[in-house]
């Protein structure tokens, strides 16, 4: 297995797949040993990250050393002065509330995704439509899109202990960090110092995003232009090892694929069974033609406490017929069982199985399959190359106190 450089605040760090060792992945906010919330990847094959340090005592040395190292305008613990706790919010908010609701964590993945593929990572997909903006929220890709009223809640924690600080940009990769933790996937450092888009990009979000129904060709498309390559776009999609998927994104697979009144021949007969007895489809159909209709769901009002909270994770899909994206297993660790399926032609959406139809997305599928250190280590290094997508920094953009809302 190779080992790769990941580039930090200026300085390379090897990123290897060492499994003789154990590491704490914690940031330099946590001061205290006791705190690291990461000694969870002790148990994991993760790469020795000299800025993790394992004590208390180097970890302030290396705050020392590292205030001053800027990449852009985005660092490492870029909060440590105007808002030490901030990281330590959002991770136990996240937790907290992952805690009444499991499906927060697929949902807070996917959300970085979408804002982070439409003019970057810059809070543009949770503005609301006001004068002159057009939300994100409204374009057909985002119409299932949940999470914008956990981000309140995390948002309203983070107002509270810093006003006016901390960005909902960074608010967004930080909780969508905690939730692959949490969902059994990769911990990966992150810079921070995201500012606030000032208006939502419905049309680039209803152009760019990839649909579904995507082939091969398309998903490759969509991704080069956005600077990942083949490897990466298969990585990434490793996402889809947990959540939900609605019938309706898959029910032309299962009767009327392209046209043709009969289902996908590259679906496993058993599952495709298994999929027709949970989506039915006139059923599917009839409610997803009823969605169109509804207007936009009112997401839950933030709460400043999260332990008060209920999160309704609405959206204008939640009635609709729909299943979990059920790849793990038992001791099986994110993303192994989800790369599995797919060479069993198990993918549920059509854009998951394509990634069998290459010649080199298929290897990657394979080497996923059998290794899952590989898995967390390119995942890792993946997300923290989505999560630095097109950034906003100073003076760019603001940093908005309702991340509904331009300031
Ligand atoms: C070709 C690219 C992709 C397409 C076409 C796609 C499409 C979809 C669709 C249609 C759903 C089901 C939504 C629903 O039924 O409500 C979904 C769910 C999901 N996607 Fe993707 N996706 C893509 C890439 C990604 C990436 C790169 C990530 C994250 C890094 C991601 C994370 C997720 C997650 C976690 C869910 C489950 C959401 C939940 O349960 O709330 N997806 N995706």
Redesign the pocket.
């Known amino acids: 297995m190779q080992n790769q450089d990941v580039d930090i605040n200026d300085q390379k760090f090897e990123f290897s797949s060492r499994t003789d060792q154990k590491y704490k992945y914690c940031s330099l906010s946590y001061d205290d040993d006791d705190d690291c919330p990461y000694s969870f990847f002790d148990d994991h094959s993760f790469p020795p990250l000299p800025m993790f340090a394992t004590t208390s005592v180097e970890r302030r040395k290396l705050k020392q050393q590292q205030t001053a190292s800027v990449v852009g305008s985005l660092r490492y613990d870029y909060y440590q002065q105007t808002c030490p706790q901030a990281e330590r919010i959002i991770r136990s908010s996240v937790r907290d509330l992952f805690r009444k609701q499991p499906?927060i964590a697929?949902?807070l993945?996917?959300l970085a995704?979408h804002d982070c593929f439409v003019e970057g990572c810059d809070a543009s997909v949770l503005l609301d439509s006001a004068d002159g903006i057009h939300s994100e929220k409204e374009s057909p890709p985002n119409e299932?899109l949940?999470g914008y009223d956990v981000i309140d809640i995390i948002k309203s924690e983070l107002e509270e202990a810093c006003p006016g600080v901390v960005s909902c940009a960074d608010a967004v990769v930080l909780a969508a960090r905690e939730s692959i933790v949490l969902a059994g996937g990769p911990f990966y450092p992150l810079k921070t110092g995201r500012r606030d888009s000032m208006t939502s990009f419905a049309e680039d979000a209803t152009f760019e995003l990839?649909?579904?129904q995507?082939d091969l060709a398309k998903?490759i498309e969509?991704f080069s232009a956005k600077g990942f390559d083949e490897r990466e776009a298969v990585t990434?999609?490793g996402?889809?090892s947990?959540?939900?998927?609605?019938c309706k994104?898959f029910i032309n697979r299962l009767y009327n694929f392209s046209g043709t009144k009969t289902s996908d021949p590259s679906i496993n007969s058993k599952f495709l069974s298994f999929l027709k007895s949970k989506c039915n489809n006139s059923a599917a159909s009839l409610m997803s033609s009823a969605s169109k209709s509804r207007p936009p769901s009112q997401l839950i009002s933030a709460s400043p406490s999260p332990s008060s909270v209920v999160v309704q994770l609405s959206?204008t899909?939640v009635e609709e017929p729909?299943i979990k994206?059920d790849y793990e297993g038992p001791g099986e660790s994110f993303g192994t069982l989800y790369y599995r399926s797919l060479l069993q032609g198990r993918g549920i959406?059509f854009?998951d199985q394509q990634l069998t139809a290459g010649e080199e997305t298929k290897t990657w599928v394979q080497a996923y399959a059998s290794d899952v250190s590989l898995f967390h280590k390119d995942f890792g290094s993946a997300?923290m190359k989505?999560s630095n997508l097109g950034v906003l920094t100073a003076p760019m953009g603001q940093i908005r106190r309702d991340c509904r809302k331009v300031y």
């Open positions: 499906r697929p949902a993945m996917r995704f299932s949940k990839p649909s579904p995507d998903i969509s990434l999609l996402a889809h947990t959540g939900v998927v609605h994104f959206s899909l729909a994206m959406l854009v997300m989505l």
